[in-house]
Nanobody
Framework: QVQLVESGGGSVQPGGSLRLSCAASGSISSISGMGWYRQAPGKQRELVANIVSGGSTNYADSVKGRFTISLDNAKNLGYLQMNSLKPEDTAVYYC???????????????WGQGTQVTVSS
């Protein structure tokens, strides 16, 4: 069974840092691309950052210069390093990834279950 599992969320004071991890498991050969999304209460889910296997990245304006997305295909892991956190970063963060299935060779999109990030003094 192919799945994505996020970890690393928690509570932090403004100005603090957290690193989210997204682990892909199952019959996959590689991660073709990964994105991190977030959803705050009463708001729509929004893209925070994404990365493709070649290394190109894209960030929402609100997190540029503070967040860094990375991919470790050797370990089937993705990361979102979040620095200088603000209260407005509070949300449930979701990992989304295109995973290449071993048997078919095709990419399929999967979502993780989400991890809560709370920034508060």
């Amino acid at each position: 069974q192919v799945q994505l599992v996020e970890s690393g969320g928690g509570s932090v004071q403004p100005g603090g840092s957290l690193r989210l991890s997204c682990a892909a498991s199952g019959s996959i050969s590689s991660i073709s691309g990964m994105g991190w999304y977030r959803q705050a209460p009463g708001k729509q889910r929004e893209l925070v950052a994404n990365i493709v296997s070649g290394g190109s990245t894209n960030y929402a304006d609100s997190v540029k210069g503070r967040f860094t997305i990375s991919l470790d295909n050797a370990k089937n892991l993705g990361y979102l390093q979040m620095n200088s956190l603000k209260p407005e970063d509070t949300a449930v963060y979701y990992c989304n990834a295109r995973l290449r299935r071993i048997v078919s060779g095709f990419d399929y999109v999967y979502w993780g279950q989400g991890t809560q990030v709370t920034v508060s003094s």
